[in-house]
């Protein structure tokens, strides 16, 4: 530890150890023998020594304050507490056991019992070393005093301005008060002082993250990490720079590194769980959130998360339990009664849905997103009426939104508004040119209004870009033969019935997939085998239920057989995808 302390320790008197009764001579000694030690920096010797005082003099406060005095500067703050608190009892006065019990609480991260000895020091007008006042400022810090921490490590500074590790908390405490133009300048001097200060670099990192200056925030991090390769915290900054500049797999693969240097830290699994969530790896975050949640039940943000996480795996019922948990925590988010309401929607329950989204309008009735949701379920309960004008708020509050016209167009068609619903149609697509759905709603909507010319091109593109789907090949059809092209108009029909008959099948084969997908969750593998070789019957394109199969025959210990299906599953998922399904087999 620093220096200062022994040399503090060495002006005790060892006149106060005569004061003893008994073993007068051998305490005497002992501590001088301590103190010998100390100015040869044998901090092994005084232990012994000052361990000895203790045992001999155990009502002398100096003895005490000594021996915490070596436990500390040996890097036992645990160990030095008891002798200071003991030596603090003995003699309330001896400001240097205050001070190196303050140091010691600082040290340990008590920094709410630091404080008030450092305050009752400070009142006394002690002078501190510039090390002093970075623990004083710490303390005061983690009490929600910047302002006065800024002015301590100031004086700090100023006292050692070649002091490193006191211009990096220099600027960290500015950069926590958004003084970023300040705190650089700090970080800059620190490496400047010491290019190996991993904290620093860490720190101007985290800087340079809040500024969006991603490649540089990334190289002062990956700087850190080189310095101190174990530091959890600098692999968590990392991950967040690397995420914000768009690199996904770079950020997860750093936030794994995380789990592994401490798996016990809650806010790395939280972090991977995030990452995962946000690059669509929603079921392998999920039992991280759910170790979160068990190690922070009221974390209102990390309920959410898992309760989204659920319902995006087609959980939603388990996800409104966390939805729920979370809104009796924060009632008032307007967010979360989105969120609860979008769960609602996935399980239909429509009534349920509508009261959250209008009780998330009533906290932010502006909110272009939930404008739309509840529009949205007004739609699907069949009440248009009172859908529109909400679908109309959300397209007014956010123009860049396509959904609202998307929906608008479907309920305009519904009710024969066709000139409106091609209207919003056509916002739609300019914003998702590669909307099939859109395009064929509006090839169908301009032959409702009577324009085959804009009619014949919108259903082609549909075609294009949803090459299985039957109906814009039904209104194709229908408009060849009105005008004339019998030929056309019948190839059109037969490509309709064709796929009609492979959507028939699909379903069908769905079905059987889903009830022995069940089955074999169940460890019923002889039933589930029946299902899913219906599924595969029924439309022996369907990649999945030869994936399902084959779980199946491996369970029943059939390898030969799991590996033909999964052979055959790979190879449906490699054809392009217009050709996935194929014509069915009359």
């Known amino acids: 530890m620093k220096p200062v302390l022994w040399i503090a320790l060495l002006s005790l008197p060892a006149a106060a150890i005569s004061q003893t009764q008994s073993n007068q001579a051998a305490a005497t000694e002992a501590f001088r023998a301590g103190r010998a030690a100390m100015e040869r920096n044998d901090l092994a010797r005084a232990h012994t020594e000052f ?54 609480y600082s040290a340990l991260g008590a920094h709410h019992k630091a404080l008030p000895l450092f305050r009752e020091l400070d009142s006394a007008t002690t002078a501190f070393a510039s090390g002093e006042l970075a623990a004083y400022a710490r303390a005061l810090d983690a009490a929600g005093d910047p302002d006065s921490a ?35 300048p700090e970080f800059d001097r620190a490496l400047q002082l010491d290019p190996n200060l991993a904290s620093a670099h ?9 500024q969006q200056s991603y490649p540089d925030a990334i190289a002062e991090l990956q700087k850190a990490i080189a310095l101190a390769p174990n530091d959890v915290e600098s692999n968590l900054q990392l991950s967040r720079a690397l995420a914000a500049a768009g690199q996904d797999d770079a950020a997860i693969t750093t936030l794994r590194h995380a789990t592994e240097l401490d798996p016990k830290s809650v806010e790395a699994a939280y972090a991977l769980a995030l ?61 979360l009664h989105e969120d609860t309401g979008v769960a609602y929607l996935q ?9 959250e989204f209008r009780a998330g309008l009533a906290l932010d009735p502006n909110n272009p997103q939930l404008n739309y949701d509840l529009g949205l379920a007004l739609k699907l309960q069949d009440k248009a009426a009172e859908a529109i004008p909400a679908l109309e708020k959300a397209a007014q509050l956010d123009p860049n939104l396509a959904d609202p016209p998307f929906t608008l167009g479907i309920i305009y068609m519904q009710m024969g508004r066709f000139a409106d619903a091609a209207r919003e149609l056509e916002k739609n697509l300019a914003m998702r040119p590669e909307n099939g759905d859109a395009w064929a709603i509006l090839g169908s909507v301009y032959k409702q209004m009577d324009q085959p010319d804009k009619a014949v091109p919108a259903l082609r593109r549909a075609i294009e870009l949803q090459p299985e789907q039957p109906s814009p090949h039904i209104n194709l059809g229908a408009i060849l033969a009105a005008q004339g092209d019998t030929a056309g108009a019948a190839a059109e029909r037969k490509k ?22 069940q089955l074999l969750k169940q460890g019923k593998v002889a039933e589930a085998l029946v299902q899913l ?24 210990g059939d390898a030969a057989g799991a590996a033909l299906e999964r052979q055959k599953a790979a190879a449906l998922e490699s054809q392009p995808r217009a050709s996935a399904a194929g014509p069915s087999q009359p």
């Open 51 to 104: 361990a000895r005082v203790v045992k001999l003099a155990p009502n002398v406060a100096a003895g005490h304050s000594a021996f915490g005095a070596v436990l500390y500067a040996e890097g036992n703050p645990a160990g030095a507490v008891p002798e200071l608190q003991k030596a603090r009892e003995l003699d309330p006065k001896d400001s240097t056991a205050i001070l190196n019990l303050a140091l010691s």
């Open 533 to 556: 070789k219906q599924a595969v019957a029924a439309d022996p394109n369907y990649a999945d239920a030869h994936r399902a199969l084959a779980d199946a025959l491996a369970q029943q």
């Open 496 to 517: 309709a019935a064709d796929l009609s008959r492979v959507a028939v099948s699909r379903q069908r084969a769905k079905f059987n997939l889903d009830s022995g997908t």
């Open 202 to 210: 860490l720190h101007l990192g985290s800087l340079l993250l809040v």
């Open 275 to 335: 990452a995962l969530q946000s690059a669509g790896h929603t079921k392998e975050a999920l039992p991280l959130f759910q170790d979160v949640i068990a190690a922070r039940p009221t974390d209102s943000a990390a309920l959410t998360n898992l309760g989204l996480a659920l319902v995006q795996t087609g959980d939603a019922k388990a996800g409104l339990t966390y939805y729920q948990r979370a809104l009796a925590l924060d009632p008032k988010s307007p967010v």
């Open 347 to 355: 399980q239909a329950d429509l009534n349920h849905a509508i009261a």
């Open 150 to 184: 800024r002015v301590k490590l100031a004086a700090a500074v100023a006292q050692d301005p070649n002091n490193a590790p006191l211009h990096d908390s220099l600027g960290t405490v500015l950069a926590e008060q958004n003084k970023l133009t300040d705190a650089r």
